[in-house]
């Protein structure tokens, strides 16, 4: 079979090109940043970003090499579904604080870059400290009930009701409630 594809062929093609589009992007590289870091020419990384060639074992194990991830990874024919739900007994308490407060992950994204999305209750006088995550994260908090003191780096701010913050993740921060009813808040957590 000269230059033609065995069956299945077309679908592997394809999850190579969509994986690692996908992966390139999530790294910040361009074409010739990621052909520089796996040793291949451009125009065999274009060819295999359009489902096109047939690359052989030795370039894919570069690839995936220089983007961080098993060779398995690349080839799988198995899309993620474009919809993950995340129903309510999903749905995990992975802080407690003192006065009964709580921080609860409703979803979450995988592998890096990864999205994580909570939903905070801080009673009052409750603080979360949070050490910094890895550089290059970011944090977004919109307050719906109360008043949330945020403490970023040494920096405090006061979000109130009805207002959203952006914020560096990788400093250390915490999230308090320095008032007398509960403060509610949904944070998403961008995890580079």
Do not use: C
Not at 41 to 62: A, D
């Amino acid at each position: 079979m000269s230059g033609g594809r065995l069956g299945g062929q077309d679908a592997i093609g394809e999850a190579v090109a969509r994986t690692v589009r996908a992966l390139r992007a999530g790294h910040g590289w361009s074409l010739d940043e990621l052909a520089g870091r796996a040793g291949v020419s451009k125009g065999v990384l274009v060819g295999l970003e359009q489902g096109r060639g047939n690359p052989n074992l030795g370039t894919l194990i570069r690839i995936s090499d220089a983007l961080g991830v098993p060779l398995t990874r690349l080839v799988q024919v198995e899309e993620e579904p474009p919809v993950r739900l995340f129903r309510p007994e999903r749905h995990v308490v992975l802080w407690e604080g003192e006065q009964g407060g709580t921080g609860t992950l409703l979803a979450g994204s995988d592998p890096r870059p990864s999205l994580e999305l909570w939903n905070w209750v801080l009673r009052p006088g409750e603080t979360r400290e949070s050490d910094a995550h890895v550089p290059g994260t970011k944090e977004i908090v919109f307050v719906e009930e109360g008043t949330l003191t945020l403490s970023v780096d040494g920096r405090t701010d006061l979000v109130e009701e009805g207002s959203a913050a952006v914020f560096a993740g990788d400093r250390a921060h915490s999230y308090g409630n320095g008032g007398d009813a509960d403060v509610r808040f949904v944070l998403a957590v961008l995890d580079l």
